[in-house]
Structures are given as structure tokens and as C-alpha cells.
């Protein structure tokens, strides 16, 4: 018995002195090995010493917005010096979501991503941010908000009903936000109530008017489709309504709801913009189309400085000015407009002269 105990005794210190001599090898980059026996470590933490930056990045509107669930994503434009290990979305009904909030991990690196938003609840308001994560921490993009449908999945980004009106029938989007906007420029030769908008060809005349008129760029009919007609101010504001019936030329506060819906000013050009180089010129920088709303490169009947009483059509394919039906209060001799430009993603917003020629989006009542 004495030696049983004996032998267990034994082995029991046999491997304590084993375990004691057990040795760490941290093996280094130059070829060296450092080695630490294990009992004399208290605890392991290790230093980043050059984390960078956080990441830059831009947040997608929400798209293909049903009562359940909705399509965003993200743009991470720089890495902030250290790899992107982790990037999606968060979503919640309060401002200012974060990664303790409902989270999508759509992959790693820089550059477009598409998330899926799923498990939604009906006719609630959401808000929504990208985010990406690097060694320095969560950076997130701008915030976006969008509204569920009120039941039955339907998608409310793409199509609306559309509307006839003067010989032309027009596609249309209903966004998540409850606008509907015509998906082409109008082309209509009549106000709402049958009167004739007259066609002024001659530059001089142009200039000159202060009633409703309208023109084909360059005065060439081929330029109708996708183009439409351009307008000048006084054929937005008239009391006819250059729009159909249930329609109207939007405010100035409702472009900026659209912008804002479209992810801000930044963001918003790229958004609308026709995405090929059919109808802008290269690069179409940030062009998504992301709504179907398929802004062209317009262009504007404008005076051009040549004699001092000439005008003519500029910038086809260069901007895409849309009027709205607000004036500018900073320059009475101006409205504004939206125009979204063929090198670049922004959507600003801002004042032109009322004699202008510009094209015109309707949006429904």
C-alpha cells in the first residue's frame, strides 16, 4: 500500500515539474525565436502600433422596398490604411443604428456591396447606415431612411401606374417615401387644360418672352426621345398646369425629399442618373439608376455670349438640369433646378434664369 501511494506521489510531481518547465516559442519575423516559460507568464495582450484610419464610405438608398424587407448596400471608397475585414449594413427604427442593432455582414474589402434587409415590419419607418471594419475601428456612412409598405410584399421602388397625357404615355417609380415621379422627361406641347404651349424656335423671341414656350434642343425633333422638351419658367408656373390633371412640377422641398431619400446631395446625381454613356458622356461618374428614374444628359436652351443676342442649346449629354417650380429667392429672375452632371455623383440643387430652356419631371399629386 505504502508503495502504491508512493508511486502516485511520484508521478504527480513528475508532472508538475514538466509543466513547469513548458516553454512558449514565439517565433519573429527576422528568423528569431524568443522563449518564455509558461509559468512565468501573468497574462498575453498585444499592441497594433500603426492601426490607420477608418474606413471612408458612402451608405445605398434603400430599394425594392416591400412590408417585410428592402435592398442597400455600400460603397467603401478608402480603406483607411488597414484591410476592410468586415462591411454591411445596420438597421433600426431610431436614428443612428450601429452594429448592437440589426447587422448584415455582406463580405470584406473596399469597393460596391449590395445588403439584404430581411424581417421587417409593415409601415414602419427605418433608418439605415453602412459600416465597415478595419483595425482602427467601425466607421459608418451617411444615414438613409425609408418606410415598409403597409402589407402584401409588394415592391414600391419600381413600377407606378404611369399617366397618359397629350398623345404620350409616361412610365413612372413610386419610392419607398410615397412619391411618384414620372420615370422620363415630359414632352407635352399642351397645358393641363388643352391650350397650346407655343413652340418658339427663334432665338431672339426666345430671349425676349415672358409667357410659357418650349423647344427641341437644338430645334431638331430627333433629339424628343429620351430627351423631352425644354421648357422655359414661365411654362412651369403658369396657372394652366403644364403637367396632367393629378400631377404638378415639384417644389424645391420635394426635390430635396427626393435627394435626401436618394442618400443626400453626394449621392443623389449618381442615383438618377441613366447608367450607360448613351445619353451622358464618359464617365457618367457614380451613375447607378438605382431607382429607374433615368435622368439624361438634357442639356439647356441658354444664351451663349455670342453678340450679345444670340441663344442657343448647350451641354447635351454634359448636365441634366430638371426644373421645379420654386423660385430662387436669392435672384427673383431665377427658378430653381436640379441638375445632375456626367462627371460627377452629386445632385446639387440651385438657381438658373426663368428664360432657360430646361427639361421638366412631373410628380404626382
Not at 424628343?224 to 390633371?245: H, I, Q
Request: net charge negative; charged share 10%.
Amino acid at each position: 500500500m505504502k508503495t502504491i501511494i508512493l508511486l502516485i506521489a511520484m508521478l504527480f510531481m513528475s508532472s508538475v515539474i514538466l509543466k513547469a518547465q513548458t516553454i512558449m516559442n514565439i517565433h519573429q519575423s527576422d528568423g528569431t525565436v524568443l522563449q518564455i516559460p509558461l509559468n512565468t507568464i501573468d497574462s498575453i495582450t498585444y499592441t497594433i502600433t500603426n492601426p490607420g484610419n477608418l474606413a471612408t464610405l458612402t451608405t445605398s438608398p434603400a430599394i425594392n422596398i416591400s412590408d417585410t424587407a428592402a435592398i442597400s448596400g455600400g460603397n467603401i471608397s478608402d480603406n483607411g490604411g488597414t484591410p476592410i475585414t468586415q462591411r454591411g449594413v445596420v438597421w433600426g427604427n431610431d436614428p443612428n443604428p450601429t452594429t448592437a442593432n440589426n447587422t448584415s455582414i455582406d463580405g470584406s474589402g473596399t469597393g460596391n456591396f449590395t445588403s439584404n434587409l430581411s424581417g421587417l415590419t409593415a409601415n414602419s419607418t427605418y433608418y439605415l447606415r453602412a459600416y465597415a471594419i478595419n483595425s482602427a475601428g467601425t466607421a459608418y456612412g451617411n444615414e438613409v431612411s425609408f418606410t415598409t409598405t403597409t402589407g402584401g410584399g409588394g415592391i414600391v421602388s419600381n413600377p407606378g401606374a404611369g399617366v397618359t397625357f397629350d398623345g404620350y404615355t409616361y412610365s413612372s417609380i413610386v419610392l419607398g417615401n410615397g412619391q411618384e415621379w414620372m420615370a422620363e422627361n415630359l414632352r407635352t406641347t399642351s397645358y393641363a387644360n388643352g391650350d397650346p404651349i407655343p413652340n418658339v424656335t427663334d432665338s431672339l423671341q426666345w430671349l425676349n418672352t415672358t409667357s410659357g414656350a418650349w423647344a427641341h434642343y437644338d430645334n431638331d425633333s430627333q433629339f424628343e426621345n429620351p430627351y423631352g422638351k425644354l421648357y422655359n419658367f414661365y411654362t412651369v408656373t403658369d396657372s394652366r398646369g403644364l403637367c396632367p390633371a393629378g400631377w404638378h412640377v415639384p417644389s424645391e422641398n420635394e426635390w430635396v425629399t427626393l435627394v435626401n431619400y436618394l442618400g443626400g446631395t453626394s449621392l443623389a446625381g449618381g442615383a438618377l442618373k441613366e447608367s450607360s454613356t448613351n445619353y451622358w458622356f464618359s464617365p457618367n461618374t457614380g451613375a447607378t439608376n438605382s431607382i429607374g428614374f433615368n435622368a439624361v444628359g438634357s442639356g439647356i436652351k441658354i444664351f451663349n455670349g455670342i453678340g450679345g443676342d444670340q441663344w442657343g442649346c448647350q451641354f447635351k449629354n454634359d448636365y441634366g438640369h430638371m426644373w421645379s417650380s420654386t423660385p430662387n429667392s436669392a435672384n427673383l429672375g431665377q427658378g430653381m433646378v436640379i441638375y445632375p452632371k456626367y462627371d460627377y455623383s452629386n445632385g446639387p440643387i440651385g438657381g438658373t434664369e426663368k428664360n432657360n430652356g430646361i427639361a421638366v419631371r412631373c410628380l404626382r399629386d
